[in-house]
């Protein structure tokens, strides 16, 4: 399976994350790709079985949660009936930024097999069994 995860990060927790589902994934036997939005490789992308796409949580503590950077994520080629799994990095509070961001991906031609916001501070343990979840329920489905 190749596995390409694209991450968008302002502080280094998203960059930690993505590179943390990516270990998942390789452990797991996929062939996989951990790029910045900045630096995304088509021929990757295009070959991509799975693509995991993260950015952060943006807003204020109580309310207003959104995802964070949304402009660079959509300079994201259009991702037509690709799986994609969705993921955020978050400090308190995600709200409903997942969901917010779910949105944002299938209006871009995603097919969102997953969608979740990660704890900074719990990324170590979090991003792996994210990424474990959606390698499990994707071969399941395939």
């Given at each position: 399976?190749?596995?390409?995860?694209?991450?968008?990060?302002?502080?280094?927790?998203?960059?930690?994350?993505?590179?943390?589902?990516?270990?998942?994934?390789?452990?797991?036997?996929?062939?996989?790709?951990?790029?910045?939005?900045?630096?995304?490789?088509?021929?990757?992308?295009?070959?991509?079985?799975?693509?995991?796409?993260?950015?952060?949580?943006?807003?204020?503590?109580?309310?207003?949660?959104?995802?964070?950077?949304?402009?660079?994520?959509?300079?994201?080629?259009?991702?037509?009936?690709?799986?994609?799994?969705?993921?955020?990095?978050?400090a308190?509070?995600?709200?409903?930024?997942?969901?917010?961001?779910s949105?944002?991906?299938?209006?871009?031609?995603?097919?969102?097999?997953?969608?979740?916001?990660?704890?900074?501070?719990?990324?170590?343990?979090?991003?792996?069994?994210?990424?474990?979840?959606?390698?499990?329920?994707v071969?399941?489905?395939?």
């Open positions: 399976m190749n596995v390409v995860v694209i991450h968008q990060s302002r502080t280094g927790n998203t960059r930690r994350a993505a590179e943390l589902i990516g270990g998942a994934a390789a452990l797991a036997g996929a062939t996989v790709a951990v790029r910045p939005v900045t630096n995304i490789d088509y021929k990757e992308l295009a070959e991509a079985d799975l693509v995991f796409v993260g950015t952060w949580v943006d807003g204020l503590i109580l309310f207003g949660h959104r995802p964070g950077d949304t402009g660079k994520v959509r300079q994201i080629p259009k991702l037509w009936d690709k799986k994609v799994a969705a993921f955020m990095t978050h308190v509070n995600p709200g409903n930024a997942a969901d917010k961001f949105a944002l991906l299938e209006g871009h031609g995603a097919k969102v097999v997953a969608a979740r916001s990660l704890n900074r501070r719990r990324l170590e343990d979090e991003a792996p069994a994210f990424a474990t979840e959606v390698l499990a329920s071969s399941v489905s395939a």
